[in-house]
C-alpha cells in the first residue's frame, strides 16, 4: 500500500488577492487558522505568503502592515506536486528544498496543499495500518 500526495491533500486553503495588505492577510490568516496564504487563484497561483515572510520581511523591519501588500512580501518560486506523487517523494522534496509546505496541483488547477505536520500524523497512521497487517499476518491459525 503506497500512499500518495490526494491521500493526504489539506483542501481547505486560504487564498488572496496580491493587494491586500499584510493587515489584511495576517487577519485572514488568523480567522482561517492557516500559516500561510496563496496569492492569487487556484487557477493562476502567483505565490506564497507565510506567517514568518511576514515576520521577517514587515515586523521584524518595523514596516506598516497596513501599507505593505501581500505581493511585496510573497514567495513567488512556488513548488508544486501533482496528486499522484508518491508520499516518499514528497518528504524528499520537503527536505531537500527545506520547506514545511507544498502545493498540491491536479493538473493546472490547485487543489490543496501538504505540511510537514501533516505527513508526520499521516505517516504514523500508515505505520500503523501497516504494522496491524502485518502482526495479523504473523498470527499463527488456530
Do not use: C
Amino acid at each position: 500500500m503506497v500512499l500518495y500526495a490526494r491521500d493526504i491533500v489539506e483542501r481547505d486553503f486560504l487564498s488572496m488577492s496580491g493587494t491586500s495588505s499584510v493587515l489584511e492577510g495576517a487577519k485572514a490568516m488568523k480567522d482561517s487558522k492557516h500559516g500561510f496564504a496563496i496569492i492569487g487563484t487556484p487557477a493562476d497561483p502567483q505565490g506564497v505568503v507565510t506567517e514568518w515572510d511576514i515576520i521577517s520581511k514587515v515586523v521584524s523591519e518595523g514596516r506598516d502592515p497596513r501599507s505593505v501588500t501581500m505581493q511585496e512580501v510573497m514567495t513567488k518560486n512556488l513548488l508544486t506536486i501533482d496528486t499522484s506523487t508518491p508520499i516518499s517523494v514528497v518528504s524528499q522534496i520537503m527536505t531537500e528544498k527545506g520547506v514545511r509546505r507544498l502545493l498540491v496541483k491536479e493538473g493546472d488547477q490547485v487543489i490543496g496543499f501538504i505540511t510537514s505536520k501533516t505527513m508526520l500524523a499521516r505517516m504514523n497512521e500508515y505505520v500503523d495500518k501497516i504494522s496491524e497487517q502485518i502482526s495479523r499476518l504473523q498470527t499463527p491459525w488456530i
